[in-house]
């Protein structure tokens, strides 16, 4: 494979856009599939997996590598809801080339410019491909215009539609200037649509001409320019990311992808021409003479394989029996097999070269985000950084015993997808498990019944109200019990004091003239904080207090550390009954991201979950919406977004503060938290 040349490409956009259409298409173009499988066949080559096929949409990352004119291609495929960004996220790790598939009556949505912002982030070049232009109401024109409200590169077209929407039936490709309809073949020009071709053919002149001194002259001084001269200045614009190019089609019909395929290998960079890499300190080459250097950016667990790494071998070459050195978790790796992946298929190889992505499996200790190294280099890639989870839901196993099975399948799927976390919490006893989405959530329970035989009930995340009060007060606590021989005695007074939200809590001794002897006041500490755990109104813990000790007495001969922690506990119950004790709730930091035609619903929306709308502000064609929201009222937002954003719009959250519960509500909260300790006896 050494010295082939290699486009590394990637499909990203929305969901429901055609990527996994077009990524098939391109398979089957290029002579690397015998049919042209489809989706709502189940026959793609990139939905593999049974809940992709049952869903009949992209869940995870897919690859495919195949050769197109004596170059090899590493496809790869990914997911557009926003469940599943993590995904597109590690296949953006592994491009050079991003194509952004955009709907061509959608238009440009919320998925497309979240992520068309992480790859330009990230310098990649990008074309841009508008698809299902058959569809009513597409209009490729005024789509091209607003590509340049997201982008700031300079955007050149390739090729521009022949028919508009339900009479579109090909593409003029305005290099060649010729027409090619389904599955690439040639067909005329119509007469309308030569305008249009000479005035694209301006476009391209003038993106080079913006791009490149001497031909700049050449514009400005009038003198004609022919397209081959723009050709080389495209490409190099391209990859240093001032250009952007604009190809169009029916990924469905085989419009226009045959021509994407040929842009591909024209323009997207080979591998050893992207910037050189940053090891730590060290700056390497991208050649098949450098250090040996692979990131692995996504891990899959395969029923006969095990743990799949996908590496994309930026520098260096690896062979089989290879001893490398994973530079994240310290430890060294024998390389046993590795594999060109297809969709399902594998085929074994014994050597990867620079530039190549391939599967290397049978890793003890290597898992996605580490850096795989040559024995004598050393330093490592900065990890990836992938979406927080914004949902969480509370898991119980169906069967009795399974717990350890369901803890270790969980920790698989979160080696394959780290955007998926999990953790036992013991403050509510539960087992949480925290992803991007209800659908995330699914797919992950799928996954831990159809790999690991263990199948959960879902059930609502307990809430980690807090208690406080809300005046000072005082009250005695006295302990006394007479039994034969010693008693027990302990007598102190403690003061209440709110303090200001999230402070906590602080003890204080006042105790003067010993009226409660030094020796047993970290017996009342100790009650006092006892009583805190247990809280006054509901059992939730009691937070943001100040109290002190401040008098008391003590008997020389029945006193004793447990009667004071006693004591305490009741003065700390005294106090309850004269301080106002209310509920306290967690408040999230909620960001809606949604175009401005759903804005008014969302709202709407978070006002209905007591939610505070905190301001709003325009990226791109996307609307960021902030908010704060009670988090027992997010239950289940994910989807109540979804349907109302037509699968449009996204959020995030985090835990802010904590918040007084409306007195109308406390009541409710109560009763329900009185309900689950009487069903958990």
């Known amino acids: 494979m050494a010295g082939k040349s290699i486009r590394n490409i990637g499909l990203f956009g929305h969901a429901s856009c055609g990527k996994t259409t077009i990524a098939d298409a391109l398979l089957y173009l290029a002579g690397a599939n015998s049919r042209f499988g489809k989706v709502t066949e189940k026959t793609s080559v990139f939905d593999s997996d049974p809940e992709e096929i049952d869903r009949l949409c992209s869940l995870s990352l897919g690859l495919a590598t195949f050769d197109y004119k004596d170059v ?403 009250a005695q606590g006295k302990y006394k019990k007479q039994t034969g021989g010693h008693g027990q005695f302990g007598d102190c007074w403690l003061r209440v004091e709110p303090c200001e939200r999230n402070a906590g809590f602080e003890f204080v001794n006042k105790v003067v003239g010993g009226s409660i002897p030094s020796r047993f006041i970290p017996s009342v500490e100790k009650g006092v904080k006892e009583s805190l755990e247990n809280g006054c109104i509901a059992g939730y813990p009691l937070t943001d207090i100040k109290v002190t000790v401040f008098d008391g007495s003590y008997h020389a001969v029945d006193s004793s550390d447990i009667a004071f922690k006693i004591a305490a506990s009741v003065a700390m119950k005294a106090n309850a009954e004269k301080g106002s004790v209310v509920l306290l709730e967690p408040v999230c930091e909620v960001f809606v991201f949604v175009s401005e035609s759903f804005m008014g619903d969302v709202i709407g929306d978070l006002n209905s979950r007591r939610g505070k709308i905190m301001g709003m502000e325009g990226e791109g064609k996307v609307q960021r919406i902030k908010a704060l929201v009670p988090e027992g009222e997010m239950y289940k937002y994910s989807t109540s977004l979804r349907s109302m954003t037509q699968g449009r719009g996204y959020f995030n959250m985090k835990f802010h503060h904590y918040e007084e519960v409306p007195k109308e509500i406390t009541k409710r909260i109560i009763d329900a938290t009185k309900k689950v300790k009487e069903e958990t006896k």
Do not use: W
Request: glycine residues 8%; hydrophobic residues 35%.
């Open 72 to 474: 090899t291609i590493n496809l790869i495929d990914t997911p557009g809801y926003s469940d599943f960004i993590g995904e597109a996220i590690s296949g953006i790790e592994a491009v050079d080339c991003a194509i952004m598939v955009i709907d061509a009556v959608g238009g440009i949505e919320v998925g497309t410019e979240r992520l068309l912002k992480r790859i330009e982030e990230k310098n990649l070049p990008v074309i841009f491909f508008i698809n299902k232009l058959k569809k009513e109401n597409a209009d490729f024109y005024s789509l091209f215009s607003a590509l340049n409200e997201i982008t700031k590169k300079s955007i050149t077209p390739l090729t521009i539609p022949i028919g508009a929407s339900t009479e579109f039936r090909g593409v003029v490709d305005i290099v060649q200037n010729k027409g090619f309809g389904e599955k690439g073949k040639e067909e005329k020009i119509p007469p309308e649509t030569k305008d249009k071709v000479s005035e694209y053919i301006e476009k391209i002149i003038e993106a080079a001409a913006e791009n490149n001194d001497a031909l700049m002259n050449k514009y400005v001084e009038g003198q004609k320019i022919a397209l081959s001269e723009c050709t080389e200045i495209i490409r190099t614009g391209v990859v240093q990311g001032r250009i952007a190019l604009c190809l169009v089609g029916e990924g469905l019909d085989l419009i226009g992808v045959q021509n994407l395929l040929d842009a591909v290998v024209e323009f997207a960079p080979q591998p050893d021409i992207m910037p050189d890499i940053k090891l730590g300190e060290q700056v390497v080459k991208r050649s098949d003479d450098a250090s040996f250097i692979g990131y692995v950016f996504k891990t899959s667990v395969e029923p006969h394989l095990g743990e799949l790494c996908y590496v994309k071998l930026l520098s260096g070459t690896v062979e089989s029996g290879d001893i490398v050195k994973n530079s994240t978790q310290s430890s060294d790796e024998k390389i046993n097999q590795m594999f060109l992946i297809k969709g399902k298929e594998r085929k074994e190889i014994s050597q990867v070269s620079s530039g190549m992505i391939a599967g290397f499996v049978k890793l003890k200790n290597t898992h996605t985000c580490d850096t795989l190294i040559a024995p004598k280099t050393s330093g490592f890639l900065p990890k990836t950084e992938f979406p927080a989870p914004s949902i969480s839901m509370a898991i119980v196993p169906k069967a009795k015993g399974d717990e350890e099975k369901v803890s270790s399948g969980l920790t698989r799927l979160h080696d394959e997808d780290p955007t998926f976390t999990f953790a036992f919490d013991p403050e509510i006893s539960q087992l949480i498990i925290s992803g991007l989405g209800e659908l995330h959530l699914d797919t992950i329970l799928a996954r831990l019944k159809r790999k690991y035989g263990v199948s959960v009930d879902l059930t609502k995340p307990r809430i980690k109200y807090r208690e406080t009060f809300t005046k000072k007060s005082e």
